[in-house]
């Protein structure tokens, strides 16, 4: 897998998966699939609604949390910043 390097020195995937559009019950089993073929980056948002799905199957895949880089989106009405960082909370 290649990475680059962001301006605070983390590495970040330069491929990654994505899960949007894909139902809620079946985004558990596309993230595991996604991870096993070497995938280290999921991508999510809160208007996808399946951010519980993609942190059950970072629980369950058995790669360390620190192999991979998770990126979800604040919904635009959660802007502002207290509702931003409640936000956040919630999706983690």
Known sequence: MEYVKLNNGV????????????PKEETKRCV??????GYRSIDTAQSYFNES????????????REELFITTKVWIDNYGYE??????LESL
């Open 83 to 88: 509702k931003c960082k409640e936000s956040v």
């Open 53 to 64: 799905e993609v942190g059950d199957a970072i629980v369950e895949c058995g790669v360390p």
């Open 11 to 22: 590495e970040m995937p330069i491929l990654g998966f994505g899960v949007y559009q894909i």
């Open 32 to 37: 595991l699939d996604a991870i096993e073929v």
